[in-house]
Nanobody
Framework: QVQLVESGGGLVQPGGSLGLSCAASGATVSRYIMSWYRQAPGKERELVASIGSLGGSTTYANSVKGRFTISRDNTKNTVYLQMNSLKPEDTAVYYC?????????WGQGTQVTVSS
């Protein structure tokens, strides 16, 4: 059974930084496409960033390009999302996602609030 557990959310001022972690159990993150999604109140869930298996190529939503960085530590079986220059519009619940080989798994989400 695959479990994804996010951590690192919280309240941060505009322009600040925050780092999220997604610890996986029951699956090896290097084998799957790992992604971060977010969902703001009243909006649909949207893809923020992805990192591929094997070579680890990354993709980002235009809204976060240049500010967010997704990475993976295979030794810790953990995926990270470093968020810099945060804006109020980045406020959302952030979810970790793993997919591949017929698997789709979600974490429970972690709240990120950007406010002064």
């Amino acid at each position: 059974q695959v479990q994804l557990v996010e951590s690192g959310g919280g309240l941060v001022q505009p322009g600040g930084s925050l780092g999220l972690s997604c610890a996986a159990s029951g699956a090896t993150v290097s084998r799957y496409i790992m992604s971060w999604y977010r969902q703001a109140p009243g909006k649909e869930r949207e893809l923020v960033a992805s990192i591929g298996s094997l070579g680890g190529s990354t993709t980002y939503a235009n809204s976060v390009k240049g500010r967010f960085t997704i990475s993976r530590d295979n030794t810790k079986n953990t995926v990270y999302l470093q968020m810099n220059s945060l804006k109020p519009e980045d406020t959302a619940v952030y979810y970790c996602n793993a997919r591949g080989y017929g698997l789709v798994a979600w974490g429970q989400g972690t709240q990120v609030t950007v406010s002064s």
